[in-house]
T-cell receptor, first 115, second 114 residues
Framework: NAGVTQTPKFRVLKTGQSMTLLCAQD?????MYWYRQDPGMGLRLIHY???????AKGEVPDGYNVSRLKKQNFLLGLESAAPSQTSVYFC??????????????FGPGTRLTVT | AQSVTQPDIHITVSEGASLELRCNYS??????LFWYVQSPGQGLQLLLK??????LVQGIKGFEAEFKRSQSSFNLRKPSVHWSDAAEYFC????????????FGKGTMLLVSP
């Protein structure tokens, strides 16, 4: 089991460029999440998905889009990158909170720098 | 909306000493509570969780946490800290409402001195 994997691990973008971050999980989890982590801010939820074909906004969704075309994959897109989007991005997956086995499993992160 | 407060940004503990990391939450009903640990350059790993039942929960790596409803707290403890425990620790809360999501505290960085 690879768990949760993220591609790429590092990326440098220029302002205005676009990119897509890929998250994949092999645990057959219904729920998937995208967070950003900034110093002193903890983790903040960008978007999440409770199943294939469904997505919802989190705490800080502006400037990002997501898609969940397959259950195992969750894509995060930046259409026009801004320096404020310089951050470390984490993907996670889980069962529903109603499950006694609930926990969020995290990927290793993607470090994005926008210049 | 629920919120989580970790009052200490940094804590330094001597190796072998005991540790307590504080976490307070704000929500009317009983929340689901979690502690995660993040080593440098890594993702987050679950240490322990509280859903219901016994208010003292045991986790991995010798950690434990106690849920105190009267104080809205879920403090993390370890009786003897090892140098390998140096990391950032995050408390998180979820409530069973709609599509429940986790709300994280801002984290406490633990430094271990020899």
């Amino acid at each position: 089991n690879a768990g949760v994997t993220q591609t790429p691990k590092f990326r440098v973008l220029k302002t205005g460029q676009s990119m897509t971050l890929l998250c994949a999980q092999d645990m057959n989890h219904e729920y998937m999440y995208w967070y950003r982590q900034d110093p002193g801010m903890g983790l903040r939820l960008i978007h999440y998905s409770v199943g294939e074909g469904t997505t919802a906004k989190g705490e800080v969704p502006d400037g990002y889009n997501v898609s969940r075309l397959k259950k195992q994959n969750f894509l995060l897109g930046l259409e026009s990158a801004a320096p404020s989007q310089t951050s470390v991005y984490f993907c996670a997956s889980s069962l529903p909170l109603t499950s006694a086995a609930y926990e969020q499993y995290f990927g290793p992160g993607t470090r994005l720098t926008v210049t | 909306a629920q919120s989580v407060t970790q009052p200490d940004i940094h804590i330094t503990v001597s190796e072998g000493a005991s540790l307590e990391l504080r976490c307070n939450y704000s929500y009317g009903a009983t929340p689901y509570l979690f502690w995660y640990v993040q080593s440098p350059g890594q993702g987050l790993q679950l240490l322990l969780k509280y859903f219901s039942g016994d208010t003292l929960v045991q986790g991995i790596k010798g950690f434990e946490a106690e849920f105190k409803r009267s104080q809205s707290s879920f403090n993390l403890r370890k009786p003897s800290v090892h140098w390998s425990d140096a990391a950032e620790y995050f408390c998180a809360v979820a409530v069973l409402s709609g599509y429940s999501t986790l709300t994280f505290g801002k984290g406490t960085m633990l430094l271990v001195s020899p």
